[in-house]
Structures are given as structure tokens and as C-alpha cells.
């Protein structure tokens, strides 16, 4: 199993749909987890961070299922400017800092 | 101004050469981290740094060699550039009270004949 695993897409929205994407990571001790964007051939930004009980920044929730080993991305009232790369990204506690999944690739439609 | 730079943003070069990568962070972190990005792999580690005292090779350093010049520098060299180096190149860093999360710079897009 890789370490962390996404769902490469891409996903076609048309625009105002809600859009969600799973993870998983492989390694039970894992700290913390994020969601970051890329554009295309652009640097990737981190977009929030996941905690436990579920977390909201305006149309985007994350959430974290421990037991299960997934998060989730969910994006609401979609935009086309919400049209990116999405990478999932765990901290497995080690030295070596983030691993980062491939992405998932999202195309909003107008 | 960006906080993270990287130079070049574009590198053509041929089998065999020597070639640097630099970056430079006016973040003040601590952290510094070299990564490569190809179609279908995803981001890799390549080496990291704590400190200026404190390299770290990452999961795919082979081929690859450091330099933490400063707080603010982190250098990334091809001693013999082989054509499956060509990727994107991203710096990034971090530190503060926000130690996890890595800020990128903009890349270095580099391709060896």
C-alpha cells in the first residue's frame, strides 16, 4: 500500500456542484494532514489544515477518519477558479518532514 | 516580494555537465527542503535541513549532493546531469510556530539532453 493514495481524476464539475475527494495513508502514526493546491505548473500552497473533529474554511471542509486511515476534501458551490491539482499530505512524525500524495486533478466547467 | 526564490526558474543543460540550483528564503525558518516533481510521481524528497549545520538526505538523494550556506540559502547540485533528472524542481521551508507546513518556491524547471 502506498503511503498516501488519491484518486488521480481528473474530476469534471460543472460549475456550482459540490465535489468531494477521499485519501488514505498507510502509516497509523501519522501527526498531522493537510490539504494543498497546485495549478498547473505552479508551486503547491498549502489550503488548510485537517484536524480531528473536522474542520471548515468557507466552501472547503476537511475531515479526518483516524480509525479508518482517510481524509477528506469537500468543496462546495464549486468555481472555476477552484480548478487545480489537490494533494493530500500527511506528517508522518519523522524527521523527513510532509509526505505528499500524486493529487487529485479537479476541472470545474462552466 | 516572494519569500521564497528560486534560480533559475528554467535550466537546459546536457548529459554529463555540472549544474546548481539555488534558493534563497526571506522567511527567516529554519527548515529547508529540496523536492522533485514528475508527471504521474508526485512530489519527492530529495535532501532537507534543520540548520546550517544539518543535512538530511531524503528519499531519493542518488545523484544529488547539498550546500546549507546560510540560514537563508539551501543549494541543490547535479554533480553529471542524466537525462531522468529532468523534472521540476521545488524548494520549500519551514519553521516558526507553524513548524509542519512547507511554503514552496516557485520551481526550477529543468531539462537534460
Known amino acids: 500500500r502506498k503511503e498516501v493514495e488519491q484518486d488521480p481524476g481528473p474530476f469534471n464539475v460543472p460549475e456550482g456542484a459540490t465535489v468531494a475527494f477521499n485519501c488514505t495513508y498507510s502509516n497509523s502514526a501519522s501527526q498531522s494532514f493537510f490539504w494543498y493546491r497546485q495549478d498547473c505548473r505552479k508551486e503547491p500552497k498549502l489550503l488548510m489544515s485537517?484536524?480531528?473533529s473536522g474542520n471548515e474554511d468557507g466552501r472547503f471542509t476537511a475531515q479526518l477518519n483516524r480509525a479508518s486511515q482517510y481524509i477528506s476534501l469537500l468543496i462546495r458551490d464549486s468555481k472555476l477558479s477552484d480548478s487545480a491539482t489537490y494533494l493530500c499530505v500527511v506528517n508522518k512524525g519523522g524527521a523527513d518532514g510532509l509526505t505528499f500524495g500524486k493529487g487529485t486533478h479537479l476541472i470545474i466547467q462552466p | 516580494d516572494a519569500d521564497v526564490t528560486q534560480t533559475p526558474r528554467n535550466r537546459i543543460t546536457k548529459t554529463g555537465k555540472r549544474i546548481m540550483l539555488e534558493c534563497s528564503q526571506t522567511?527567516?525558518?529554519?527548515?529547508m527542503y529540496w523536492y522533485r516533481q514528475d508527471p504521474g510521481l508526485g512530489l519527492r524528497l530529495i535532501y532537507y535541513?534543520?540548520?546550517?549545520?544539518?543535512?538530511n538526505k531524503g528519499e531519493i538523494s542518488d545523484g544529488y549532493s547539498v550546500s546549507r550556506q546560510a540560514q537563508a540559502k539551501f543549494s541543490l547540485s547535479l554533480e553529471s546531469a542524466i537525462p531522468n533528472q529532468t523534472a521540476l524542481y521545488f524548494c520549500a521551508t519551514s519553521g516558526g510556530t507553524l513548524q509542519e507546513t512547507q511554503y514552496f518556491g516557485p520551481g526550477t524547471r529543468l531539462l537534460v539532453l
Open positions: 522567511k527567516g525558518h529554519d527548515r
Open positions: 535541513s534543520f540548520d546550517v549545520k544539518d543535512i
Open positions: 485537517v484536524y480531528s
